[in-house]
């Protein structure tokens, strides 16, 4: 068999030529290098990262646009987007506009022939969606139309759903309402978090854009409208959001707390103090108590009643103290001191 990608390397096909090779004669219309497509990649989260090493080892990346650094931290360093980290690593032009809508220019100086975005964090211009020849694509966490919105893999695990996946589309002004290009689905594992669900998902981007390009540029790529009777949205999570509700069924807290976990964290009042809740287990052991009590601790857990039964506490951070497991938690700390004590989700 021919390799073709090693045939003429970086040169472009013309349409309709011809290439003689021996005994076959092939022909191509329209085939461009791939390395040769210029690429804008807009992202800004470890979500992105993926994607982005993705393009670079198969294209061209001209520039990397994130978000602007973070303000420093306790220690008095600036916290640089994710994305920006391994646009440095490469050596690859970065733009960090405060409002893209107001500063694009750069962009288009760059000439691009596609732009991907993937969680980038602002609403794109017109002017950037039109400009490229093969079109501005997006990268999104959920089987659209479902959750349209900043955390689609947080609220697929919060509400308990079997399965979600990976959407590309193209981009529109509309937030995440472009029509479909491809889609790929995967189960949500019972005993993954959002932390894991997060990797693997964007990994699975990376893999479902790279099948994706070649269509577009050999023109076969399909494109789907939305059914707008389908849609659901799934915003940030706020901080109301993020409290813990005992007084719901046990299935509902535990995804609550894995869909959340470990960033930015479900949690709960003990005592006054705010107590994050990183793992947890339900358990079928039987118990009496309001919602919110905790009813028995073994030597690895602490066990809260919900609404119709308990859930097993084994991972923690309590407000002024280091994220541990319950286990540590413990030592030190009388049974008698625990038992009977009431989780609330509002401050005392």
């Not at 096909?13 to 003689?20: G, H, L, R, V, Y």
């Not at 299935?251 to 990183?278: D, H, M, T």
Request: charged share 30%.
């Amino acid at each position: 068999m021919i390799e073709l990608a090693t045939y003429r390397k970086g040169q472009d096909f013309s349409k309709n030529e011809e290439i003689n090779l021996g005994d076959y004669t092939i022909s191509f219309d329209n085939i461009r290098r791939e390395e040769n497509l210029r690429i804008v990649f807009m992202g800004t989260p470890s979500f992105a990262i993926p994607a982005l090493k993705g393009l670079i080892e198969n294209y061209e990346v001209v520039m990397v646009v994130c978000q602007p650094d973070r303000k420093k931290n306790r220690h008095g360093e600036v916290i640089y987007p994710e994305v920006k980290k391994v646009a440095l690593e490469y050596e690859i032009p970065i733009y960090q506009p405060e409002s893209i809508k107001d500063n694009y220019e750069k962009i288009l100086d760059c000439k691009p022939d596609m732009i991907v975005t993937c969680a980038y964090g602002q609403f794109i211009p017109k002017e950037i969606i039109n400009y490229p020849k093969y079109g501005c694509i997006n990268i999104h966490g959920s089987l659209l139309p479902k959750y349209r919105g900043g955390a689609p893999i947080h609220w697929a695990m919060m509400n308990g759903d079997k399965e979600t996946g990976i959407t590309i589309m193209k981009t529109t002004l509309k937030m995440d309402a472009g029509d479909i290009i491809k889609q790929k689905s995967t189960f949500i594992k019972e005993n993954e978090n959002l932390e894991t669900l997060y990797e693997r998902l964007s990994y699975l981007g990376r893999d479902l854009l790279l099948e994706t390009i070649p269509t577009i540029l050999n023109q076969t790529a399909t494109y789907t409208k939305q059914d707008e009777n389908k849609v659901t949205f799934a915003l940030n999570v706020t901080k109301e959001e993020m409290k813990i509700d005992f007084n719901k069924k046990v299935i509902e807290v535990y995804n609550q707390i894995r869909g959340l976990s470990p960033i930015p964290g479900a949690y709960a009042f003990l005592e006054g103090k705010r107590v994050k809740i990183y793992q947890a287990l339900i358990t079928d052991k039987t118990f009496k108590g309001n919602p919110g009590k905790i009813v028995n601790i073994d030597e690895e857990s602490i066990f809260v009643m919900c609404q119709d039964g308990a859930i097993k506490l084994i991972d923690i951070g309590i407000e002024g103290k280091k994220r541990c497991l319950v286990k540590d938690y413990l030592h030190g700390i009388h049974e008698k001191k625990l038992l009977g004590k009431v989780f609330n989700n509002e401050k005392e």
